[in-house]
């Protein structure tokens, strides 16, 4: 991430994890992904805090309320994502939002989209792999 502020904020939020406070964190996130300065940051700049969120290492396997509401905060950022740049990561992420949210049906379109966007361009991609995993899992 090239904005200084965004990095900051976001070093702030993680540093949530080191106490295993799970909803200090995704509080933070949600507050983040609300304020809307989030959208004015570029493409890169979103996508790097909007994965670090969404793909977290060690979160709760059952989704609190506060995890809840920081995936349904990402969803606007992700769907323009999507909507304007159609990368194929970006279909992971906010798949993975629907999922956390109970929203299997969206999940899966939303996956096999980003799926078939990436078989075209790289059938051997890690993301094709994992695209494949997340369309299985549903």
């Known amino acids: 991430m090239a904005n200084e502020a965004l990095v900051q ?3 702030g939020i993680v540093a949530h994890v080191k106490s295993n406070d799970w909803d200090g964190l995704y509080a933070g996130y949600q507050a983040l992904f609300a304020d809307p300065e989030f959208s ?4 890169a700049d979103q996508r790097t805090a909007l994965k670090l969120m969404v793909l977290q290492k060690g979160a709760p396997q059952i989704p609190t309320p506060a995890m809840k509401e920081a995936h349904r905060a990402a969803l606007p950022a992700l769907t323009e994502l999507v909507s ?3 990368d194929p990561a970006d279909h992971e992420l906010l798949g993975v939002c629907h999922v956390v949210l109970g929203n299997e049906e969206s999940a899966s379109a939303i996956f096999k989209a980003g799926l078939a966007i990436e078989r075209e361009r790289n059938p051997a991609s890690d993301l094709c792999g994992a695209l494949m995993r997340r369309v299985a899992s549903i």
């Open 40 to 43: 004015t940051y570029p493409p």
């Open 9 to 11: 904020r976001v070093k």
């Open 84 to 86: 304007n740049l159609g």
